[in-house]
């Protein structure tokens, strides 16, 4: 009996603070019964309904999307940044985000391992876009030094810049696309500004993108009712979240990067 009502308040628990931030089984389904009830994840804020961008860069093209629980959408029932885009921009997205997991290359769910094993090189994408994980951040992974060289057997995985670097180096190896990086909006973490600091000095060394939502004090001050109906959490959006802050920003830095390598 005593085992049943352990089970019973493990999985309440798992459903009213981290349900969502599972990309599998129960805890998830159990996430999107509490996110569904937000009023961010209204279906009037589905990625569907975004009007198709005219004259789109990649219309009818692949853009791959490389991340953890932001990109995968854990507080907003798998509807955001890639949807945003497939919607927008008229593109095919490959989605390949897990919740909790970390840039850094120290077990089979990191960035690089899924980026070498979960992603097609033969697929012909004509854009990366990866998330800087706040993973890294809260589990305090080691930032790393920019390296000397930009060999893939130069750069250390189990860091974060490392880790980053590799994946640049990869992706241009084997599709030759833009590669853009994003940042989440900001919060009280002073690991998670160094990494946005470390990615700003990569972006002068590879040339990348860098869709940053840190730095804008005017993107930032949002008035409190707008912030709880567009965030779940400090780091998680809503749907809302998505459509009406995040994606419209990021499209706009997206675009000004691409205009700027004309």
């Known amino acids: 009996m005593w085992i049943v009502i352990g089970v019973a308040v493990f999985l309440l628990l798992q459903w009213l603070f981290i349900g969502y931030r599972f990309s599998f089984g129960p805890f998830q389904a ?3 019964i509490r996110m569904s009830k937000l009023p961010g994840n209204a279906e009037a804020y589905s990625m569907k309904t975004a009007e198709p961008m005219a004259d789109s860069p990649f219309e ?3 853009v791959l999307f490389l991340g953890s629980s932001v990109t995968y959408g854990a507080a907003s029932l798998q509807e955001g940044i890639p949807e945003y885009f497939a919607a927008r921009f008229g593109c095919s997205v490959t989605k390949e985000a897990v919740s909790g997991t970390t840039l850094t290359d120290d077990s089979n769910s990191s960035y690089v391992h899924r980026l070498l094993t979960k992603v097609d090189p033969a697929t ?3 854009l990366v876009v990866v998330q800087l994980s706040t993973n890294d951040a809260g589990k305090n ?3 790393g030094e920019i390296s000397d060289g930009f060999d893939r057997s130069d750069f250390d995985t189990h860091t974060v810049t490392g880790a980053i670097e590799y994946i640049i180096a990869y992706a241009r190896e084997t599709w030759g696309c833009p590669v853009v990086f994003y940042t989440g909006s900001r919060y ?4 998670y500004a160094t990494m946005v600091e470390r990615l700003i000095a990569l972006r002068e060394k590879w040339g990348i993108g860098v869709l940053d939502l840190w730095h804008d004090d005017s993107f930032n001050s949002i008035p ?6 567009y965030m779940n959490d ?8 998505y459509r009406e802050w995040w994606c419209p920003e990021l499209e706009r830095q997206l675009l000004t990067y691409l205009d700027a390598k004309k």
């Open 60 to 62: 009818g093209k692949n």
């Open 234 to 241: 400090k780091i998680h959006p809503t749907k809302a979240g």
């Open 224 to 229: 409190d009712a707008d912030r709880a109906l």
């Open 124 to 126: 012909p994408y004509s």
């Open 30 to 32: 159990l996430g999107d």
């Open 188 to 191: 009280d973490s002073e690991a």
């Open 141 to 143: 992974k080691p930032l």
